[in-house]
């Protein structure tokens, strides 16, 4: 593989799924990558698949100030310089406008949104003194949506709509500002919704095979296939591409599934 970060500093979100595959991918690039996450179990099974690689671990709430704050400011410190930042962190939740309470929307949109906004507002002055890269990981369903999934959507949305704002702003700094919006992939995150389907105790295998009936290439994605992405943007490679979402889908929104 390309040392294609060779000397670079980058913070991921998300201990699992796309955000462990993104760290691993950076790290096997050359990068040193700071890893958070708030599950303590993620963490010790993202810490066991980094061995070997410059990759450390650290137990964050995302939603927090204080928490993002006292984990960034002492990299950037000490780094002199955040090249990467990549926003994976998330929490999948269901719910319709009569289901979804106040405690529900508040939560999903701290973890998967406020989370974005905290630590691009805290990472972003180590970065613009000589330049970066972020990605946020959004989703297909900022495009179009499932039933019952009103505040996660909610939360994908918002991402398409920050990524671009902050990319005009950030353009003047040489920070580049993009997101992904990946269909179903094989995470804890695609796992736990299987599980919702079939029921607790039961096999999600043919719910995962269901999901990836869905999409035209006829299978769910790969955390590598993302990690490639996301690899792509943050790298010099994508020079030019700035404010875009890139679909990482198996063509499902291409598709008309009537």
């Given amino acids: ?24 991918r950076l790290a096997r690039g050359g990068a040193k990558v700071f890893l958070c996450g708030n599950d303590d179990a993620h963490n010790q099974k993202a810490e066991a698949a980094a061995e070997g690689l410059d990759i450390t671990v ?13 984990w960034i400011e002492p990299i950037g410190q000490s780094e002199g310089q955040i090249d990467v930042l990549v926003n994976a962190a998330a929490i999948q939740t269901y719910g319709d406008i009569s ?15 406020r989370s974005c906004f905290l630590t691009s ?9 000589d330049g970066g890269a972020i990605v946020h990981v959004s989703s297909v369903q900022g495009h179009g949506n499932q039933n019952n999934v009103l505040a996660y959507a909610t939360t994908k949305g918002a991402i398409h709509a920050m990524t671009r704002a902050m990319a005009v702003d950030c353009a003047k700094d040489k920070v580049r500002v993009n997101s ?6 094989r995470t804890p995150l695609l796992e736990f919704a299987a599980q919702e389907v079939v029921g607790a105790g039961n096999d999600i ?19 590598d296939e993302t990690s490639e992405l996301i690899a792509f943007l943050c790298s010099e490679k ?16 291409a598709h008309l599934g009537v």
């Fill in 180 to 185: 992904i919006s990946p269909g179903s992939v």
């Fill in 58 to 70: 650290a137990h964050v709430d995302v939603s927090n100030e204080a928490s993002v704050r006292d």
């Fill in 1 to 24: 593989m390309d040392q294609d970060f060779l000397g670079k500093t980058a913070l991921v979100t998300g201990s699992s799924g796309i955000g462990l595959g993104a760290a691993l």
């Fill in 121 to 129: 507002h805290h990472a972003y002055p180590f970065m613009k003194a």
């Fill in 99 to 113: 289901t979804t309470d106040s405690a529900h929307w508040d939560r999903v949109m701290a973890i998967n949104l």
């Fill in 205 to 223: 295998e043919p719910a995962i095979a269901q999901f990836g009936e869905a999409h035209p290439i006829g299978r769910v994605g790969t955390v």
């Fill in 238 to 253: 994508s020079g030019f591409c700035t404010g875009g979402d890139y679909l990482v889908d198996g063509g499902l929104l």
